[in-house]
């Protein structure tokens, strides 16, 4: 089993920065993909960055060139680097895990979740 907690959510303005973090519990988050995924209100749950257990890394369109995902293994903690945020970027935003490396986009490929951090962006 593992466990994930997020943390650095908060309200920003609009062209700032932010950094999550997300903890992890057990022995082998270095053989982990790890993703970040978020879900703004009345919208459905999307991909936003992941980075392999091998330290590859992909991004949504919608945050490519602006958040950086990297992890830290020695930490077991992966992090997103958030910068020139939009308001449109308001959401609870998700750590996930996936133990098999399935490169994953829907979510469905996670068998881990946190319990979510609220970033919020004011125009």
């Known amino acids: 089993q593992v466990q994930l907690v997020e943390s650095g959510g908060g309200l920003v303005q609009a062209g700032g920065s932010l950094r999550l973090s997300c903890a992890a519990s057990?022995?082998?988050?270095?053989?982990?993909?790890m993703a970040w995924f978020r879900q703004a209100p009345e919208k459905e749950r999307e991909f936003v960055a992941a980075i392999i257990w091998s330290g590859g890394t992909y991004y949504a369109d919608s945050v490519k060139g602006r958040f950086t995902i990297s992890r830290d293994n020695a930490k077991n903690t992966v992090y997103l680097q958030m910068n020139s945020l939009k308001p449109e970027d308001t959401a609870v935003y998700y750590c996930a895990a996936d133990p098999i490396s399935r490169y994953g986009y829907t979510g469905y490929e996670y068998d881990y979740w946190g319990q979510g951090t609220q970033v919020t962006v004011s125009s």
């Open positions: 057990g022995r082998t988050f270095k053989n982990y993909d």
